[in-house]
């Protein structure tokens, strides 16, 4: 695999580059303002290396999920304007993706330029699962740049148009934030030093049964919080009210717990609330006592003692995936709990997931306490699973 700092040693300036980036940042639902920008701090690295070489930089990236035409509420526009604050130069957005206004723009550019494309996800061929349909956006984006280069780790597990096809098409290379993504999971899968323990969290046991799967063998501790440990509760017999299950899952998570023996930790109590609110009566209750009519969005603090525990030996430690609800008020201990525990560890601390990473700004904790803090959830847990990544591996041609 070509890394960008190889393509600039061979010359750059005055060459149209298409980086695609990964600048999917939260937006607040109401304002639509950018609640996090951590994505595009990440991507600068890369683009201020390629704009410092005198390249012409055409930026693709998608945000949400628009459903495959432009939306306005799924625009680039805040995200241009908050890089154009970052690089200190005002990046134009293109008004489309790869149309005749982008192209007039790009044929625009001076050297060390930067143009931002509008969400490739206005496009419906982008995610489109026919090679040609993909094949016919990847010729139009292909067609606005010399070289590509792919720096949106957070994207690479996706087989689309402008992270996998348009590769097939330019010479490419992987950005700065790829390329230390890969040096960082590596370590995770190659003979990490014990213990290694993983915590997972988020909200959807099937988002992470795979992960699970994988890690089992390998890991010391596995320590289980979020939406999912409700099916693994539920899979020992026990009443979970109305928190997340998935009820199709609980035969899975039987097995997972009886082949992992002790390895799995679960919450001992949990905090569970009237309804699902900032506002909601909450309170804290065991593992084997909740109540029938309220909903869990959190561990409680006897939990977090225990994961805190378990964290506190160990030497390698990933973690992907809220334990709780961070986002509401009530249900940010458990969350802020683990942060902490993991930010203590004295060894490789990796922070993967979107949300998870968000987490660690929101709550205010020191970014720099953490060995790592990936920008890509799925990438990273489908990378640690072993699959192959097709972005990655189109790079790798
Ligand atoms: P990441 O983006 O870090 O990979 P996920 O997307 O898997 O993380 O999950 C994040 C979401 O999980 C958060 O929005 C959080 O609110 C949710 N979550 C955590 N705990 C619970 C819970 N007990 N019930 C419902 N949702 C939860
Ligand atoms: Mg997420």
Known sequence: MRSVDELIADGVSGRRVLLRADLNVPLDKKTGAITDDGRIRASLPTLQALQAAGARVVVAAHLGRPKGAPDP?????????????????????????????????????????????????????????????????ADRLAALADLYVDDAFGAVH?????????????PHAAGRLVARELDVLTRLTESPERPYVVVL??????????????????????????????????????????????????????????EAGDRIVLPVDLVSATEFSAEATTRVVPFD?????????????????????????????????????????????????????VAAVDGLSVVGGGDSAASVR??????????????????????LEGRELPGLAVLAD
Request: charged residues 20%; aromatic residues 6%; negative net charge.
């Open 289 to 341: 006592a909740i109540p029938a009519d309220e909903e869990c969005l959190d561990i409680g603090p006897r939990s977090i003692e225990l994961f805190t525990e378990q964290l506190a030996g160990a030497r390698t430690v990933f973690w992907n995936g809220p334990v709780g609800v961070f986002e509401l008020a009530p249900f940010q201990a458990g969350t802020r709990g683990v942060a902490q525990a």
């Open 362 to 383: 929101t709550l205010g904790l020191d970014e720099a306490a953490y060995g790592h803090i990936s920008t890509g959830g799925g990438a990273s847990l489908e990378f």
């Open 73 to 137: 509420q799924f625009s680039l526009a805040p995200v241009a304007a908050r890089l154009g604050e970052m690089l200190g130069a005002p990046v134009t957005l293109a008004g489309d993706v790869a149309g005749t206004d982008a192209t007039a723009k790009v044929a625009g550019l001076a050297d060390g330029d930067v143009l931002m494309l509008e969400n490739v996800r206005f496009e419906a061929a982008e995610t489109s699962k026919d090679d040609a349909v993909r094949g016919e956006l």
């Open 158 to 170: 996706r087989k689309h148009a402008s992270v996998y096809d348009v590769a097939l098409r330019l």
């Open 201 to 258: 969290g988020g909200s959807k046991v099937s988002d992470k049964l795979g992960v699970i799967e994988a890690l089992l063998p390998r890991v010391d501790k596995l320590l289980i919080g979020g939406g999912m440990t409700y099916t693994f509760l539920a899979a020992q017999g026990l009443e979970v009210g109305k928190s997340l299950l998935e009820a199709d899952q609980v035969d899975t998570c039987r097995r997972l717990l009886a």
